[in-house]
């Protein structure tokens, strides 16, 4: 999402693609079917809010249609209203003050009173959080257009409230274009976020799913080989592809071909990659000594060879526990 122009009611808005209108459907929806519950809350404690951390300006325009929305404040008080139970509070923050002004004065407009909070997520939530009434039900709809502000302690922090729902968007997106940075980052969003997934996800355990995506993989590769037989980068995906599904002879025969096609002499940063993927290849294939020694080879090649890759990766599990491995590991931590 980015800044778009200024709009007729002279305050900024937001450009967006046309996946952010189910986003706001699913918002609604979970609106109206909430509504007999806010009832009884409303009747009862007298309270039932709506808190949005990263509420935008309010207004939206899609990227491809050109089409104008309201932003998710704006949907979700008139989604509370149209279900004939309004929330009694509302809460925007944003860590741009434009966007949170932005968002008031357009909630102004159609009767709502919003609280502003501007500032950091982790940080609008500890705020917000002191404020509310202890005896209301609360709904708290996070919506960032990426994992990176989006730390697990905000959902602690609404999860010390006795009565919250939280409705979080999370960008598929986002993961697909960086789940592999993620989860190389130690201390990253991933981590933050989901603290403990590494000790938790176990690959081994889904080996129809992992099966499924080497099957579609090795394909993919395949067809890029009819085209072009010596694509180094497409061999080395073939190869993993074929040693995962369990074909170790035409597996390493690709590996070691990737790497007599594009050897890190002839390209240091590609070259020392397909040096890797070869050692996981005969790891997969439980040829362990050459795997070390390719290996060991790549850790003394400049490269990116990631310590926390080679020390948490369920990829590189064959090799664990053996001396050479540990070695290897610890020449790489972070002095
Ligand atoms: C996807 S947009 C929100 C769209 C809005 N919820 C909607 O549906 O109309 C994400 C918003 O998060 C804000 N933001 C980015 N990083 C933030 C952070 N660390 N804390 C709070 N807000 C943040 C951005 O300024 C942006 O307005």
């Given at each position: 999402m980015t800044h778009a122009s200024i709009t007729d009611d002279g305050l900024p808005i937001d450009e967006v693609g046309a996946w952010t209108k189910e986003k706001h459907t699913r918002l609604r929806k979970y609106i109206g079917i909430t509504s007999a519950t806010r009832r009884k809350w409303i009747q009862g404690s007298g309270c039932a809010t709506y808190i949005d951390?990263?509420?935008?300006?309010?207004r939206a325009v899609i990227r491809d249609s050109g089409e104008w929305i309201n932003g998710s404040p704006l949907v979700a008080f008139e989604a509370s209203r149209e279900s004939g139970v309004p929330f009694s509070e509302i809460h925007i923050a944003d860590i741009s003050q434009e966007s949170s002004k932005a968002a008031e004065r357009r909630l102004r407009t159609i009767d709502a009173t919003p609280t502003v909070h501007v500032g950091e997520a982790t940080n609008t939530a500890l705020e917000i959080v002191k404020t509310l009434n202890p005896r209301g039900l609360h709904f708290v709809f996070l919506d960032p257009y990426?994992?990176?502000?989006?730390?697990?302690s905000i959902i602690e922090t609404f999860a010390s409230l006795r009565y919250v729902d939280l409705l979080i968007h999370i960008s598929v997106l986002d993961l697909q274009r960086n789940m592999e940075r993620y989860a190389d980052t130690i201390g990253g969003p991933l981590d933050r976020f989901a603290p403990g997934w590494r000790m938790a996800v176990?690959?081994?355990?889904?080996k129809a799913a992992a099966r499924a995506a080497f099957t579609s993989g090795r394909n993919e590769a395949a067809k890029l080989i009819a085209g072009q037989p010596d694509y180094a980068e497409a061999l080395c995906v073939l190869g993993m592809a074929d040693a995962a599904l369990g074909d170790k002879e035409d597996a390493i025969r690709e590996g070691r071909r990737a790497v007599e096609l594009l050897p890190v002499t002839k390209d240091a940063i590609i070259g020392s990659k397909l040096v890797q993927y070869l050692s996981l290849i005969y790891a997969w294939t439980g040829e362990k000594d050459l795997a070390l020694e390719q290996l060991s080879f790549a850790a003394r090649?400049?490269?990116?060879?990631?310590y926390g890759q080679l020390r948490l990766?369920?990829?590189w599990d064959p090799l664990r526990g053996d001396p050479r491995f540990e070695e290897i590991v610890a020449s790489l931590a972070p002095k």
């Open positions: 951390l990263f509420c935008g300006t309010g990426k994992l990176e502000p989006l730390s697990f176990n690959l081994k355990q889904s090649i400049p490269g990116y060879l990631s990766h369920p990829y």
